[in-house]
């Protein structure tokens, strides 16, 4: 089993920039992608930005200039910067980690209970 436990989200003014961290526990010598999701009520959970174990790295394209994704592998962290922070950017986001190899009956995806990021114009 995987945790996931992020931090990092407030309130912060259009313009500004926050830093989320996720930090994962339990069996994570199996997780590959790592990623940010963001989801406001009443819409549709969407991606923000994912990364491989290698490193390699996806963002949406509301987002791509302005976010930043890194991961440590060693302490099995994610962050995301978020930088030029848009009231359009105010969500709960919520990290994601999906399994590099599945097991019969074992989960295709885990996820953090997420962290509310406000941003204010």
């Known amino acids: 089993q995987v945790q996931l436990v992020e931090s990092g989200g407030g309130l912060v003014q259009a313009g500004g920039s926050l830093r989320l961290s996720c930090a994962a526990s339990g069996s994570t010598f199996n997780i590959n992608t790592m990623g940010w999701y963001r989801q406001v009520p009443g819409k549709q959970r969407e991606l923000v930005a994912t990364i491989t174990r290698g490193g390699s790295t996806n963002y949406a394209d509301s987002v791509k200039g302005r976010f930043t994704i890194s991961r440590d592998n060693a302490r099995n962290t994610v962050y995301l910067q978020m930088n030029s922070l848009k009231p359009d950017d105010t969500a709960v986001y919520s990290c994601?980690?999906?399994?590099?190899?599945?097991?019969?009956?074992?989960?295709?995806?885990?996820w953090g209970k997420g962290t509310l990021v406000t941003v204010s114009s």
């Open positions: 994601n980690a999906k399994p590099a190899i599945l097991c019969a009956g074992g989960p295709m995806d885990y």
